[in-house]
């Protein structure tokens, strides 16, 4: 963990209510893909927890969906504003157990924080298949950054207004992948845990948080070994691990 | 030179600063971050004699001006605490920790408070008869004169270290059960513990809180604090740990004003991890600028004239 003050130096809308964020700052706090970050708002007495989807040269890039006071006033941030930031939070992926073909898959917001793992992925030479899903095509998030790492997501949409009509884990069903990674909704991760069909099951997950490093216990779930602080000892969780 | 050091039942400390339960887990995730041996002591999360999973989520809610939280004494139990994390603050703390201490019962109390006494490494037995949480549990004893005075004289005949009794602010007259205490033997007093609050959302219609309400912390409470410690001291002759809504040096001095010997640090190490270690430095020049020059001399200062 590392607490450091980070300035806003590009804020972008890329769907209806969702903004990226580009911040600059000390990002060595950074170790894995699949951390989060804690981000203290000015006018909020918690921190608000986000994914990393970038962290490189100094710049920390956060994707974030306006469904509240905090995120409402994050989201109209300008150029300039500056942040108090604590990074490398979270244990992140494990990568090591990838396979040959990892499957990622994502939903919603939960797609953007895919693209820094797709990336480690691929540089360890993976060959890592994607799936996204969104409510409609104007929800839809990410997919050139995807494609600009030279992998084509399959999507998946709601509505059926782009890619296929449905849930990304009808992926599931086509096999042949090695291990899936995925950041979602919960119920889209418990229906990955059921479904999944191969040993090595990555999944993020989000809850309620105090302090997001572990001290107030807010966080808790039940898992098979007990009860696990998701911002500690997650938030990714392993195949079988959670008590949904 | 300020002085900064207290003394609290017998133990010097060298400042007052001492992070609140529940808000410091075991110390292990600010060790990581500061050396903790700036500090004049820390508390432990409240511990039981066995484990418990705590309330169902969220136990989280946030206030204009402070947390809700409704954990519900999450803990690994008391052996486990013992066996585990006493020898890992022995690697990074060489002071001597507070041991906060629940029970469900006067017989819960007693066990668990004996097996803390005869733990080196613990300075104080932080009895906490007030998590507003768990229902039919804490709240019950901290509630009443004679539920309060209960608990302390049971723990107070069981046990050879200071016994700090931790009041809760959901009762109409926290002097009463102060006195209660007192007259039991309690060493000292904690206060204040959380305030009963509740949000409810109105996207759902439901309280936020998957157990309906939970304790209020943070700057919300501050100026609620300093008028209880003002009361309690006022009432009784013991030392009080001073806490709610504590987030700067300034904060610290008039908490000691009211009557505080020394000042608990809650919410404010949850939104900023270096809190508790800001404030001790900051202390020496907020001193400097009231010209304090020994810390104890302001203990209870604002009661003369
Ligand atoms: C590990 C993790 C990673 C996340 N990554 C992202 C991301 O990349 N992009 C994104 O848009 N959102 C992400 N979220 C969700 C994001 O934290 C919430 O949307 C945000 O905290 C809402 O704040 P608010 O003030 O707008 O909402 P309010 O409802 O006003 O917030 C009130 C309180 O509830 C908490 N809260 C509300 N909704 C959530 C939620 N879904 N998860 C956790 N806490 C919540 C807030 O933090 C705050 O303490 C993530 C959450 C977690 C736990
Ligand atoms: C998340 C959380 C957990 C807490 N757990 C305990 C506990 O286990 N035992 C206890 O006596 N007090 C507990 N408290 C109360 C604090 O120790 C403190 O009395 C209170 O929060 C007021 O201080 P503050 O405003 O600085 O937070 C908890 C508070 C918070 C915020
Ligand atoms: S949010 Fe505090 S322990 Fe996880």
């Known amino acids: 963990m590392k607490q450091g003050i980070f300035t806003v130096i590009k804020n972008e809308q890329l769907a209806p209510g969702v903004h990226r964020l580009r911040l600059e700052g000390d990002t060595s706090g950074v170790t894995s893909p699949g951390q989060f970050a804690d981000v203290l708002i000015p006018g909020c007495f918690l921190r608000r927890p986000f994914s990393v989807c970038g962290a490189e040269g100094g710049v920390l890039t956060l994707c974030v969906r306006n469904t509240g006071r905090g995120t409402a006033l994050l989201t109209a941030s300008s150029p300039g504003a500056r942040l108090d930031i604590l990074t490398g939070l979270g244990n992140g992926f494990d990568l090591s157990a990838a396979g040959e073909r990892p499957l990622l898959m994502g939903g919603g917001t939960g797609s953007p924080p895919l693209y820094p793992l797709c990336a480690s992925l691929l540089r360890l030479g993976a060959r890592p298949g994607v799936a996204l899903g969104y409510p409609s095509a104007e929800a839809a998030l990410y997919l050139d950054e995807f494609r600009s790492l030279g992998i084509e997501p399959e999507v998946y949409t709601l509505d059926g207004s782009l890619g296929m009509t449905g849930l990304p884990t009808q992926a599931l069903r086509a096999g042949g992948y090695t291990s899936v990674y995925a950041c979602g909704p919960l119920p889209m991760l418990a229906a990955i845990d059921r479904e999944a069909d191969c040993p090595v099951v990555q999944l993020s997950l989000e809850a309620r948080m105090g302090c997001g490093f572990g001290a107030c216990m807010g966080c808790t779930i039940e898992t098979k070994d007990g009860p696990r602080r998701v911002c500690k000892d997650g938030p990714v969780f392993g195949k079988g691990e959670v008590i949904w | ?305």
């Open chain 2, 1 to 305: 030179m300020v002085n900064t050091s207290v003394k609290l039942c017998g133990e010097e400390l060298k400042n007052p600063i001492i992070p609140a339960s529940g808000t410091f887990g075991y110390g292990r995730e600010f060790a990581g971050i500061y050396d903790l041996n700036c500090l004049g002591s820390f508390t432990l999360k409240g511990t039981t004699e066995r484990p418990r999973f705590g309330n169902p989520r969220p136990r989280i809610a946030e206030g204009p001006s402070g947390i809700l939280n409704s954990v519900g004494l999450q803990n690994p139990g008391v052996d486990t605490v013992i066996e585990r994390e006493l020898p890992a603050i022995a690697g990074f703390f060489s002071g001597k920790v507070v041991a906060n201490i629940c029970g469900f019962s006067l017989g819960e109390y007693v066990r668990v408070a004996e097996k803390f006494d005869s733990c080196p490494q613990v300075g104080w037995l932080e009895v906490n008869i007030s998590c507003p949480n768990v229902h039919g549990g804490g709240m019950g004893f901290g509630t009443t004169a004679r539920g309060a005075a209960e608990v302390t004289r049971a723990v107070r005949r069981a046990v050879k270290k200071p016994v700090i009794v931790k009041l809760t602010p959901n009762v109409t007259d926290i002097c009463e059960i102060a006195r209660a205490c007192e007259a039991e033997g309690a060493d000292g007093l904690s206060l204040i513990n959380t305030v009963l609050a509740m949000r409810i959302d109105p996207a759902t219609r439901r309280p936020v809180l998957g157990s309906m309400t939970g304790g209020l912390s943070g700057p919300a409470v501050f100026p609620l604090a300093v008028r209880m410690v003002w009361q309690v001291y006022e009432t009784v002759g013991i030392p009080i740990i001073g806490m709610g809504g504590v987030r700067s040096a300034a904060d610290v001095i008039e908490l000691m004003l009211a009557g505080a010997t020394a000042v608990g640090v809650g919410a404010a190490n949850l939104v900023d991890p270096f809190a508790s270690r800001d404030i001790v430095s900051a202390l020496p020049e907020e001193m400097d600028k009231f010209g304090i020059e020994n810390l104890v001399d302001i203990i209870g200062g604002a009661h003369n004239g």
